[in-house]
């Protein structure tokens, strides 16, 4: 058997090497979040699991359990709007405050004050976020006081406590919260844009719509598509801005997944269950996180 001469063990130190760095990462990683990713896969085939010590196989009963359960569905639904209103909203509203504070006709000076109101929503947390909005929107808060002098409404609402606007009245709270990753992206791609593209269209007479739709938006695009792919993931996950609002109430009306599942594994202590909704939501997930991945790639 003869020995390794140096060349080869130079080699074998550069290929191992990187995965020593890795190491501590990896390990920490594997800790804190595959080891209690495979728990709780295996808590969802589990009967009376963590509750119990001599618990059995149960198979898919509790996958079958929460997909015959019609708060599944309705909090599924609730998601999906609250998701996709607010990546539309946050989209818009982002594009639009980043298109102002990109332009050349409000002065440096406003503009940096601007930029620095418009990103006040970014620097609260969900639970001040929470707050702010359960006071303005509180029925004897400043939102209803408004309108009613306004002659917009006759009576106060309970924009909070109510089935037909609890829904509407968190997914704007939260839009609110999210459109400044859109604008500070947005603004960032906007300035990246060759302006001799603008100076051949105004050459070419485009208007200022053209400009927008047929340069600044397809220029933007691959921005776009990757923050709302981010944001949705991120947004379907919400839970403490629901829970601190309405609680996933009333009466079920802003129950999203995230509430679904806490509410089954600490108010019901279903835990075998709570583990089911919480392995659905993880390969939601992983299914959005897989089409990010493949779009970043292809770009």
Not at 174 to 199: C, H, R, T
């Amino acid at each position: 058997m003869t020995a390794r001469g140096p060349k080869a063990n130079y080699k074998l130190g550069r290929t191992v090497a990187p995965y020593l760095y890795l190491s501590p990462s990896l390990l920490v990683v594997g800790l804190l979040m595959l080891l209690p990713m495979g728990m709780v896969i295996t808590y969802s085939f589990q009967e009376s699991a963590v509750l119990r010590p001599d618990t059995s196989f149960a198979g898919f009963k509790h996958y079958a359990a929460v997909f015959g359960d019609e708060v599944f569905w309705a909090s599924l639904w609730h998601t999906l709007y609250f998701t996709i209103a607010s990546v539309v909203a946050h989209m818009t509203i982002g594009l639009a405050f980043a298109l102002m504070l990109n332009s050349n006709r409000i002065s440096p000076m406003l503009r940096s004050v601007l930029r620095v109101l418009y990103i006040l929503p970014w620097l609260f947390t969900q639970v001040i976020i929470a707050v702010i909005w359960r006071l303005l929107l509180d029925p004897n808060g400043v939102v209803n006081s408004i309108l009613i002098d306004l002659g917009i409404i006759g009576s106060k609402v309970e924009w909070f406590s109510s089935v037909e606007t609890a829904l509407h009245a968190v997914t704007f709270a939260n839009i609110w919260a999210g459109y400044p990753l859109f604008m500070v992206s947005l603004l960032a791609g906007l300035q990246g844009i060759p302006k001799d593209l603008y100076e051949a269209a105004d050459i070419d007479g485009a208007t200022g719509p053209q400009k927008l739709f047929f340069i600044t938006i397809p220029q933007l695009m691959p921005i776009i598509v990757s923050i709302s792919l981010l944001d949705f993931i991120w947004t379907m996950q919400v839970f403490p801005l629901i829970w601190l609002t309405t609680g996933g109430g009333p009466i079920y009306a802003t129950e999203v997944l995230s509430t679904y599942t806490y509410k089954l594994a600490f108010s019901q202590y279903n835990l075998a269950q709570a583990s089911a909704s919480a392995v659905t939501i993880l390969l939601i997930s992983v299914g959005l996180t897989l089409f990010y991945i493949r779009h970043q790639k292809a770009r």
